[in-house]
Protein backbone atom coordinates (compact mmCIF):
# COMPACT_ATOMS: atom_id res chain seq x y z
CA UNK A 1 0.00 0.00 0.00
CA UNK A 2 1.23 3.21 -0.98
CA UNK A 3 1.24 6.35 1.91
CA UNK A 4 0.45 9.76 0.89
CA UNK A 5 4.05 10.90 0.81
CA UNK A 6 4.74 8.29 -2.12
CA UNK A 7 2.18 9.62 -4.10
CA UNK A 8 3.72 13.24 -5.67
CA UNK A 9 6.59 15.07 -3.97
CA UNK A 10 3.87 18.04 -4.23
CA UNK A 11 2.18 16.67 -1.36
CA UNK A 12 5.08 14.78 0.63
CA UNK A 13 4.26 16.06 3.81
CA UNK A 14 0.28 15.74 3.75
CA UNK A 15 -1.80 13.08 5.64
CA UNK A 16 -4.90 11.09 4.31
CA UNK A 17 -7.16 13.56 6.39
CA UNK A 18 -5.35 16.77 4.96
CA UNK A 19 -6.00 15.03 1.73
CA UNK A 20 -10.02 14.94 2.59
CA UNK A 21 -10.17 18.82 3.73
CA UNK A 22 -8.37 19.80 0.97
CA UNK A 23 -11.09 17.99 -1.08
CA UNK A 24 -13.89 19.58 1.27
CA UNK A 25 -12.34 23.10 0.62
CA UNK A 26 -12.28 22.70 -3.02
CA UNK A 27 -16.17 21.27 -3.07
CA UNK A 28 -17.60 24.17 -0.95
CA UNK A 29 -15.37 26.70 -3.07
CA UNK A 30 -16.37 25.44 -6.51
CA UNK A 31 -20.35 24.20 -5.68
CA UNK A 32 -19.49 20.29 -5.76
CA UNK A 33 -21.63 18.07 -3.96
CA UNK A 34 -19.73 15.94 -1.50
CA UNK A 35 -20.21 12.62 0.07
CA UNK A 36 -17.45 11.25 2.94
CA UNK A 37 -18.94 7.46 4.34
CA UNK A 38 -16.79 4.24 6.20
CA UNK A 39 -19.20 1.62 6.14
CA UNK A 40 -19.43 -0.63 9.29
CA UNK A 41 -16.85 -3.23 10.90
CA UNK A 42 -14.70 -1.21 7.45
CA UNK A 43 -11.42 0.69 7.62
CA UNK A 44 -11.51 2.03 3.86
CA UNK A 45 -12.93 5.61 3.98
CA UNK A 46 -14.73 6.61 0.62
CA UNK A 47 -14.93 10.19 -0.75
CA UNK A 48 -16.77 11.36 -4.13
CA UNK A 49 -16.85 14.99 -5.51
CA UNK A 50 -20.09 15.32 -8.02
CA UNK A 51 -20.43 18.60 -9.83
CA UNK A 52 -23.97 18.30 -10.91
CA UNK A 53 -26.51 16.55 -8.58
CA UNK A 54 -29.15 14.59 -9.82
CA UNK A 55 -32.62 14.58 -8.56
CA UNK A 56 -34.49 10.98 -8.70
CA UNK A 57 -38.03 9.54 -8.87
CA UNK A 58 -39.22 7.27 -5.90
CA UNK A 59 -39.50 4.30 -8.32
CA UNK A 60 -36.03 4.87 -9.60
CA UNK A 61 -34.10 1.90 -10.47
CA UNK A 62 -31.24 2.16 -8.36
CA UNK A 63 -29.38 -0.94 -9.92
CA UNK A 64 -28.99 1.24 -12.99
CA UNK A 65 -27.12 4.14 -11.71
CA UNK A 66 -23.76 4.65 -11.99
CA UNK A 67 -21.37 4.97 -9.01
CA UNK A 68 -22.65 7.54 -6.40
CA UNK A 69 -24.40 8.47 -3.20
CA UNK A 70 -27.69 8.37 -2.27
CA UNK A 71 -29.46 10.74 0.10
CA UNK A 72 -33.27 11.05 0.13
CA UNK A 73 -35.57 13.40 2.69
CA UNK A 74 -37.53 11.54 4.95
CA UNK A 75 -41.07 13.18 3.42
CA UNK A 76 -41.79 10.34 1.04
CA UNK A 77 -42.99 12.46 -2.14
CA UNK A 78 -39.72 14.71 -2.05
CA UNK A 79 -37.25 14.03 -4.40
CA UNK A 80 -34.50 12.23 -3.56
CA UNK A 81 -30.83 13.60 -4.33
CA UNK A 82 -28.26 11.02 -6.19
CA UNK A 83 -24.47 12.58 -6.17
CA UNK A 84 -22.83 10.90 -9.25
CA UNK A 85 -19.17 9.99 -8.60
CA UNK A 86 -17.18 12.69 -10.65
CA UNK A 87 -14.23 12.24 -9.07
CA UNK A 88 -13.95 9.17 -6.40
CA UNK A 89 -11.03 8.73 -3.72
CA UNK A 90 -10.80 5.49 -0.92
CA UNK A 91 -8.13 6.55 1.89
CA UNK A 92 -7.16 4.17 4.87
CA UNK A 93 -6.47 6.13 7.59
CA UNK A 94 -3.51 8.20 6.69
CA UNK A 95 -2.65 5.68 3.62
CA UNK A 96 -4.15 6.86 0.50
CA UNK A 97 -5.15 3.58 -1.06
CA UNK A 98 -3.67 2.31 -4.47
CA UNK A 99 -6.65 3.95 -6.99
CA UNK A 100 -8.25 0.07 -8.09
CA UNK A 101 -10.65 1.19 -10.95
CA UNK A 102 -9.31 3.55 -13.89
CA UNK A 103 -12.35 6.39 -12.91
CA UNK A 104 -10.01 6.59 -9.52
CA UNK A 105 -6.96 6.67 -11.49
CA UNK A 106 -8.46 9.62 -12.64
CA UNK A 107 -9.56 11.56 -10.26
CA UNK A 108 -6.04 11.02 -8.03
CA UNK A 109 -4.73 12.62 -11.20
CA UNK A 110 -7.00 15.37 -10.96
CA UNK A 111 -6.21 16.02 -7.79
CA UNK A 112 -2.50 16.43 -8.01
CA UNK A 113 -3.41 18.95 -10.83
CA UNK A 114 -5.34 20.76 -8.38
CA UNK A 115 -2.72 20.83 -5.69
CA UNK A 116 -0.37 21.51 -8.57
CA UNK A 117 -2.53 24.95 -8.65
CA UNK A 118 -3.31 25.79 -5.67
CA UNK A 119 -0.92 24.38 -2.98
CA UNK A 120 -2.57 22.73 0.43
CA UNK A 121 -3.30 25.53 3.25
CA UNK A 122 -4.66 24.23 6.65
CA UNK A 123 -7.93 25.18 6.74
CA UNK A 124 -11.26 23.98 8.47
CA UNK A 125 -13.76 23.68 5.96
CA UNK A 126 -17.29 25.22 6.08
CA UNK A 127 -20.21 24.15 4.45
CA UNK A 128 -22.86 25.35 7.13
CA UNK A 129 -25.87 26.61 6.51
CA UNK A 130 -27.85 29.25 9.25
CA UNK A 131 -29.34 28.11 12.59
CA UNK A 132 -33.34 27.23 12.05
CA UNK A 133 -35.23 29.46 14.90
CA UNK A 134 -36.58 27.43 17.49
CA UNK A 135 -36.53 24.09 18.85
CA UNK A 136 -38.88 21.47 20.61
CA UNK A 137 -38.01 21.50 24.88
CA UNK A 138 -38.85 18.51 26.94
CA UNK A 139 -42.21 19.93 28.45
CA UNK A 140 -43.36 20.30 24.80
CA UNK A 141 -42.12 16.66 23.44
CA UNK A 142 -44.22 15.23 26.61
CA UNK A 143 -47.07 16.77 25.72
CA UNK A 144 -46.30 15.08 21.85
CA UNK A 145 -46.39 11.99 23.32
CA UNK A 146 -49.47 12.35 25.54
CA UNK A 147 -51.48 13.48 22.47
CA UNK A 148 -49.74 10.25 20.63
CA UNK A 149 -50.68 7.88 23.22
CA UNK A 150 -54.52 9.55 23.50
CA UNK A 151 -54.51 8.68 19.36
CA UNK A 152 -53.65 5.22 19.96
CA UNK A 153 -55.88 4.90 22.51
CA UNK A 154 -58.10 5.89 20.03
CA UNK A 155 -57.59 3.39 17.60
CA UNK A 156 -55.98 5.86 15.26
CA UNK A 157 -53.00 3.73 15.32
CA UNK A 158 -50.50 1.41 16.48
CA UNK A 159 -47.93 3.17 16.92
CA UNK A 160 -46.03 6.78 16.23
CA UNK A 161 -42.58 8.10 16.40
CA UNK A 162 -42.33 11.54 16.94
CA UNK A 163 -39.15 13.54 17.17
CA UNK A 164 -37.44 16.37 18.82
CA UNK A 165 -34.86 18.57 18.16
CA UNK A 166 -31.91 20.28 19.77
CA UNK A 167 -29.59 22.99 19.03
CA UNK A 168 -25.95 23.02 20.20
CA UNK A 169 -22.80 25.57 19.52
CA UNK A 170 -20.34 24.23 18.11
CA UNK A 171 -16.93 24.30 19.83
CA UNK A 172 -14.66 26.57 19.01
CA UNK A 173 -12.14 25.11 16.15
CA UNK A 174 -14.88 22.77 15.32
CA UNK A 175 -13.34 20.67 12.55
CA UNK A 176 -15.89 18.80 10.23
CA UNK A 177 -13.13 16.62 8.85
CA UNK A 178 -11.49 15.90 12.87
CA UNK A 179 -15.86 15.17 14.00
CA UNK A 180 -15.62 12.84 10.85
CA UNK A 181 -12.83 10.73 12.45
CA UNK A 182 -14.01 11.02 15.78
CA UNK A 183 -17.34 9.22 15.06
CA UNK A 184 -15.98 7.03 12.95
CA UNK A 185 -13.18 5.68 16.14
CA UNK A 186 -16.72 5.96 18.47
CA UNK A 187 -18.97 3.90 16.36
CA UNK A 188 -17.11 1.04 14.51
CA UNK A 189 -20.32 -0.82 13.79
CA UNK A 190 -22.49 2.31 12.40
CA UNK A 191 -22.33 4.06 8.95
CA UNK A 192 -20.18 7.40 9.50
CA UNK A 193 -21.01 9.79 6.86
CA UNK A 194 -20.78 13.40 6.11
CA UNK A 195 -22.90 14.88 2.99
CA UNK A 196 -23.05 18.89 1.82
CA UNK A 197 -24.43 19.94 -1.00
CA UNK A 198 -25.20 23.52 -1.73
CA UNK A 199 -29.52 22.28 -2.00
CA UNK A 200 -29.51 20.21 1.20
CA UNK A 201 -26.88 22.27 3.39
CA UNK A 202 -23.98 19.77 5.61
CA UNK A 203 -25.21 17.09 7.56
CA UNK A 204 -23.13 14.26 9.88
CA UNK A 205 -24.24 11.28 11.08
CA UNK A 206 -23.64 7.40 12.70
CA UNK A 207 -26.34 5.81 12.04
CA UNK A 208 -26.56 2.06 13.07
CA UNK A 209 -29.53 0.98 10.86
CA UNK A 210 -29.87 -0.91 7.15
CA UNK A 211 -32.83 0.06 5.32
CA UNK A 212 -31.84 -2.09 2.08
CA UNK A 213 -28.52 -4.01 0.78
CA UNK A 214 -27.68 -5.50 -2.33
CA UNK A 215 -24.55 -7.42 -2.51
CA UNK A 216 -23.36 -8.53 -5.24
CA UNK A 217 -26.53 -7.97 -7.43
CA UNK A 218 -27.40 -11.46 -5.85
CA UNK A 219 -28.29 -10.78 -2.03
CA UNK A 220 -30.96 -8.34 -0.72
CA UNK A 221 -30.80 -8.05 3.32
CA UNK A 222 -32.62 -5.63 5.14
CA UNK A 223 -33.13 -5.01 9.19
CA UNK A 224 -36.21 -4.80 11.69
CA UNK A 225 -34.55 -2.70 14.60
CA UNK A 226 -36.37 -1.25 17.59
CA UNK A 227 -36.52 -0.52 21.63
CA UNK A 228 -33.75 1.12 22.99
CA UNK A 229 -31.96 0.41 26.15
CA UNK A 230 -28.50 2.50 27.26
CA UNK A 231 -25.60 0.45 26.69
CA UNK A 232 -23.14 -0.58 29.99
CA UNK A 233 -19.89 -1.42 28.96
CA UNK A 234 -19.34 -5.09 29.83
CA UNK A 235 -22.86 -6.11 30.03
CA UNK A 236 -23.41 -9.67 28.89
CA UNK A 237 -26.04 -9.15 26.22
CA UNK A 238 -27.57 -12.46 27.04
CA UNK A 239 -28.72 -11.04 30.28
CA UNK A 240 -30.02 -8.23 28.97
CA UNK A 241 -34.46 -8.10 29.81
CA UNK A 242 -36.69 -6.05 27.38
CA UNK A 243 -39.89 -4.79 28.94
CA UNK A 244 -43.10 -5.64 27.17
CA UNK A 245 -43.15 -2.03 25.18
CA UNK A 246 -39.74 -2.60 23.97
CA UNK A 247 -40.73 -6.35 22.64
CA UNK A 248 -43.97 -5.19 20.55
CA UNK A 249 -42.72 -2.28 19.30
CA UNK A 250 -39.63 -4.46 17.59
CA UNK A 251 -42.52 -6.70 16.53
CA UNK A 252 -44.38 -4.21 15.15
CA UNK A 253 -41.32 -3.16 13.06
CA UNK A 254 -40.67 -6.61 11.90
CA UNK A 255 -44.49 -7.36 11.05
CA UNK A 256 -43.94 -4.29 8.28
CA UNK A 257 -40.49 -5.64 6.78
CA UNK A 258 -43.15 -8.88 6.37
CA UNK A 259 -45.92 -6.86 5.30
CA UNK A 260 -43.90 -5.39 2.89
CA UNK A 261 -42.39 -8.93 1.06
CA UNK A 262 -46.19 -10.18 0.90
CA UNK A 263 -47.25 -7.29 -1.21
CA UNK A 264 -44.46 -8.26 -3.76
CA UNK A 265 -45.34 -11.87 -2.88
CA UNK A 266 -41.92 -12.54 -2.01
CA UNK A 267 -42.19 -15.26 0.53
CA UNK A 268 -38.90 -16.70 -0.02
CA UNK A 269 -36.82 -14.90 2.75
CA UNK A 270 -34.22 -15.73 5.67
CA UNK A 271 -35.25 -14.66 9.16
CA UNK A 272 -33.02 -14.14 12.17
CA UNK A 273 -33.49 -12.68 15.60
CA UNK A 274 -34.83 -10.42 17.27
CA UNK A 275 -30.86 -10.60 19.05
CA UNK A 276 -29.57 -7.82 21.26
CA UNK A 277 -27.02 -5.72 19.25
CA UNK A 278 -25.01 -2.20 20.64
CA UNK A 279 -25.44 0.79 18.42
CA UNK A 280 -23.03 3.17 19.69
CA UNK A 281 -24.19 3.74 23.17
CA UNK A 282 -26.94 2.10 22.86
CA UNK A 283 -29.02 -1.29 22.49
CA UNK A 284 -31.50 -2.16 20.42
CA UNK A 285 -33.42 -5.33 19.47
CA UNK A 286 -32.46 -6.37 15.84
CA UNK A 287 -33.99 -9.10 13.67
CA UNK A 288 -31.86 -9.97 9.65
CA UNK A 289 -33.82 -10.55 6.83
CA UNK A 290 -31.97 -12.32 4.03
CA UNK A 291 -32.85 -12.76 -0.10
CA UNK A 292 -31.48 -14.75 -2.41
CA UNK A 293 -32.77 -12.76 -5.43
CA UNK A 294 -31.13 -14.57 -8.31
CA UNK A 295 -32.89 -17.93 -6.68
CA UNK A 296 -36.50 -15.43 -7.08
CA UNK A 297 -35.46 -14.26 -9.80
CA UNK A 298 -35.98 -10.62 -9.06
CA UNK A 299 -32.97 -8.60 -10.48
CA UNK A 300 -34.08 -5.48 -8.84
CA UNK A 301 -35.70 -6.21 -5.54
CA UNK A 302 -33.94 -4.04 -3.62
CA UNK A 303 -35.15 -0.66 -5.28
CA UNK A 304 -39.03 -1.87 -5.07
CA UNK A 305 -38.10 -3.01 -1.46
CA UNK A 306 -36.30 0.49 -0.23
CA UNK A 307 -39.77 1.98 -2.13
CA UNK A 308 -42.23 0.31 0.10
CA UNK A 309 -40.29 0.06 3.25
CA UNK A 310 -39.42 3.66 3.89
CA UNK A 311 -40.61 4.89 5.91
CA UNK A 312 -40.42 2.08 8.49
CA UNK A 313 -42.44 1.57 11.40
CA UNK A 314 -39.11 2.51 13.25
CA UNK A 315 -39.18 6.12 12.21
CA UNK A 316 -42.87 7.09 11.47
CA UNK A 317 -44.85 4.57 12.59
CA UNK A 318 -47.72 1.82 11.78
CA UNK A 319 -50.15 2.10 10.14
CA UNK A 320 -48.20 4.20 7.92
CA UNK A 321 -50.54 6.49 6.59
CA UNK A 322 -52.35 7.97 9.75
CA UNK A 323 -49.15 7.75 11.57
CA UNK A 324 -47.53 10.11 8.80
CA UNK A 325 -50.52 12.08 9.19
CA UNK A 326 -50.24 12.85 12.76
CA UNK A 327 -46.25 13.76 12.67
CA UNK A 328 -46.96 16.16 10.13
CA UNK A 329 -50.02 17.88 11.97
CA UNK A 330 -47.84 18.19 15.31
CA UNK A 331 -44.67 17.26 15.16
CA UNK A 332 -43.96 21.36 14.44
CA UNK A 333 -41.00 21.52 12.22
CA UNK A 334 -39.40 19.53 9.02
CA UNK A 335 -37.25 17.17 9.72
CA UNK A 336 -35.70 17.50 6.05
CA UNK A 337 -33.02 14.14 6.02
CA UNK A 338 -33.58 13.22 9.38
CA UNK A 339 -35.26 9.93 9.23
CA UNK A 340 -34.73 9.35 5.62
CA UNK A 341 -32.36 7.12 4.05
CA UNK A 342 -28.61 7.40 2.68
CA UNK A 343 -25.61 6.03 1.13
CA UNK A 344 -23.46 4.46 -1.54
CA UNK A 345 -25.19 3.30 -4.52
CA UNK A 346 -23.22 0.57 -6.96
CA UNK A 347 -19.87 1.32 -5.39
CA UNK A 348 -17.51 -2.40 -5.54
CA UNK A 349 -20.91 -4.36 -7.17
CA UNK A 350 -22.89 -3.24 -3.87
CA UNK A 351 -25.59 -1.01 -2.39
CA UNK A 352 -26.01 -0.09 0.79
CA UNK A 353 -28.66 2.22 2.20
CA UNK A 354 -29.29 3.22 5.85
CA UNK A 355 -31.61 5.38 7.68
CA UNK A 356 -30.65 8.61 8.50
CA UNK A 357 -30.94 8.42 12.40
CA UNK A 358 -28.27 9.66 14.88
CA UNK A 359 -27.74 12.64 12.75
CA UNK A 360 -27.22 16.07 12.90
CA UNK A 361 -27.07 19.13 10.45
CA UNK A 362 -24.16 21.73 10.81
CA UNK A 363 -24.85 25.13 10.72
CA UNK A 364 -22.50 28.60 10.88
CA UNK A 365 -21.51 28.05 14.89
CA UNK A 366 -24.23 25.58 15.69
CA UNK A 367 -25.42 22.10 15.26
CA UNK A 368 -29.20 21.02 14.86
CA UNK A 369 -29.70 17.51 16.72
CA UNK A 370 -32.74 14.94 16.06
CA UNK A 371 -34.00 12.07 18.05
CA UNK A 372 -37.23 10.38 18.26
CA UNK A 373 -38.52 7.72 20.28
CA UNK A 374 -41.65 4.85 19.45
CA UNK A 375 -44.60 5.47 21.27
CA UNK A 376 -47.20 2.80 22.03
CA UNK A 377 -49.77 2.42 24.47
CA UNK A 378 -47.83 1.47 26.89
CA UNK A 379 -45.55 4.65 26.55
CA UNK A 380 -45.10 7.30 29.17
CA UNK A 381 -43.77 10.90 27.93
CA UNK A 382 -41.21 10.74 30.79
CA UNK A 383 -39.68 7.75 29.32
CA UNK A 384 -39.71 8.59 25.80
CA UNK A 385 -38.39 11.91 26.54
CA UNK A 386 -35.59 9.95 28.54
CA UNK A 387 -34.88 8.01 25.36
CA UNK A 388 -34.57 11.22 22.85
CA UNK A 389 -32.16 12.31 25.53
CA UNK A 390 -29.84 9.28 25.09
CA UNK A 391 -29.99 9.25 21.80
CA UNK A 392 -28.92 12.57 21.65
CA UNK A 393 -25.94 12.09 23.54
CA UNK A 394 -24.94 9.27 20.90
CA UNK A 395 -23.28 12.57 19.06
CA UNK A 396 -23.42 15.08 21.52
CA UNK A 397 -21.24 13.38 23.95
CA UNK A 398 -18.03 12.29 21.15
CA UNK A 399 -18.61 15.49 19.25
CA UNK A 400 -18.80 18.72 21.97
CA UNK A 401 -18.56 16.40 25.19
CA UNK A 402 -21.49 17.71 26.47
CA UNK A 403 -23.20 15.11 28.35
CA UNK A 404 -27.24 15.52 28.44
Keep these: MNTISSVSPHTASLTGTEYIAYLLRHAVENQYAVAVWRLPNDSVCHLILSRKLQRLSQDAALEELATGFLFAPFQKSRERIFLPADFKFTFTGDNLQPAATPAEIQSHTWLQEQLKQVPYTPHTPTCYTVPPTGQETETSYAELVRM ?174 PASAFLQQYEGYDREFYAGFLGPVNVGNDIHIFVNLRCLKLHDGKATLYAGAGVTVDSTPENEVAETEIKFQTLRKPLFDQPV
Design 148 to 321: AVAEIEKGSFEKVVPSRRKIVDLPEGFDVVQAFQTLSNAYPHALVSFVSTPETGSWLGATPETLAHVHDNTLFKTVALAGTQRFVPGIDLRTVAWTQKEIEEQALVERYVISCFKKIRVREYDEYGPKTVVAGNLLHLRSDFTVNMKEINFSQLGSVMLQLLHPTSAVCGMPLE
